[in-house]
């Protein structure tokens, strides 16, 4: 019997020391966490490494099919993705137009008749080298099984944007989408991130954010008062930064997303659905959210046939917000002529419902400090 005790003893010593063993000063918040938020570009995909490992591809691609010559192949190549990082997008033409025109504008004059033969084979290669590692896949499952709301939440311009989330099929794994130039706001501003807690009927601070870039990720995080931030560096030299300047930091860093396991341990207690079952329960990249997840969610799930915030419910957003500051507007208009002064006026693009964007501000190729 004694023995039978020592050895109970033993077992409940050694199940407390393990639970012990990855506890985290965070874990009273992360078990009030409902929601996550995940940014999109190097955050959820490689963006920056993948378009400079499809450029490098494609430079041997331009050598061996079309018989450039090596340095003439790496100057086009590197000319191309300066110029698509600088600006990925023209509101004025089609994507494929614009880029085609970015090609043409790199090649050599000797070469510029290919730019229409050269811009769909760096497409294919571009999101070969963007996809979703399986790894983060299969955590974006967990999650949903485990019964978290997931957003998307990213800055840039909508047609790239949303090419990149049809492309890459992630659509199905969250039950809201949201594209910053489809609104009136873009990261750090609150509002963004209080749309997507509006939409997965949950509060500010059960929701955890989740990105690489700490003045608009990690900021608006805080400024929306969600519950905790993850920061995810884009690289090495980024992530051994000193944040004592940073005034809003994160309240963690994380090596890459599996560490998210760590502070959610009921993650791995789930199984993660098989690529099969998940394309059947949310009907594939471009079909509907899961039964489970709209119920879950209630009312403030988007009505849209995808069961993500997008398109539609944007419009929506959009004019929420025209009506919000029409009101807003006259109020203060109503309290400037009484006190003899009058606020600075908001620039907006878009039919006056979405503010003004510089492609170079833009987050979805990133800043052009580096190209390769």
């Known amino acids: 019997m004694a023995a039978s005790k020592l050895s109970a003893t033993t077992t409940t010593t050694a199940a407390v020391a393990a639970t012990l063993k990855h506890q985290t000063p965070f874990d009273g ?11 999109l570009d190097n955050t959820l995909i490689p963006t920056r490494a993948g378009d400079s490992k499809a450029i490098r591809k494609l430079a ?6 079309y018989s450039f010559t090596k340095d003439d192949a790496n100057l086009a190549t590197q000319n191309f993705l300066k110029s698509f990082r600088r600006c990925p997008d023209n ?81 199905g794994y969250f039950d809201c989408v949201l594209v910053s130039s489809d609104l009136p706001w873009e990261k750090p501003h609150p509002e963004i991130f209080y749309a997507a807690c509006n939409f997965l ?43 004592d300047d940073v005034e809003y930091k994160p309240h963690i860093k994380l090596n890459n997303l599996l560490e998210m396991y760590k502070y959610f341990p009921r993650l791995s207690a789930v199984g993660s659905l098989s690529s099969s079952s998940m394309a059947s329960s949310s009907g594939g990249a471009n079909g509907a959210s899961t039964t ?43 309290h400037h002529q009484h ?11 878009r039919g006056g419902s979405l503010p003004a964007m510089d492609c170079s501000n833009s987050e979805t190729e990133n800043s052009c400090d580096s190209f390769i």
Not at 29 to 39: G, L, T
Not at 339 to 349: L, N
Request: glycine share 4%; net charge positive.
């Open 29 to 39: 918040i992360c078990a009030k966490i409902s929601a996550f938020y995940f940014d």
């Open 60 to 65: 041997d691609v331009l050598e061996t099919q």
């Open 91 to 171: 509101s004025q033409t089609s994507l494929d137009s614009w880029r085609t025109h970015l090609w043409r504008e790199s090649l050599q004059q000797k070469h510029k008749h290919l730019a229409d033969d050269i811009y769909p084979q760096w497409l294919k290669l571009r999101y070969r080298y963007l996809a979703v590692p399986p790894d983060y896949v299969q955590l974006l499952q967990r999650m949903r099984r485990a019964g978290y709301a997931l957003a998307l939440i990213t800055n840039g311009p909508s047609n790239a944007q949303w090419e990149k989330v049809a492309k890459l099929h992630v659509r």
């Open 201 to 243: 009927n949950v509060k500010p601070h059960e929701c955890a954010m989740i990105g690489d870039k700490l003045e608009t990720d990690i900021k608006g995080g805080h400024l929306a008062q969600l519950g905790l931030t993850f920061w995810t560096p884009l690289n090495s030299s980024s992530a051994a930064q000193c944040l």
């Open 292 to 334: 489970s997840a709209n119920h879950r969610r209630g009312s403030h799930m988007s009505s849209s046939p995808s069961g993500s915030c997008d398109h539609a419910t944007t419009r929506q957003l959009q004019q929420q917000h025209q009506l919000q500051q029409q009101q807003q507007h006259q109020h203060q208009l109503q």
């Open 339 to 349: 006190h003899g002064t009058y606020p600075r006026q908001w620039a907006y693009r």
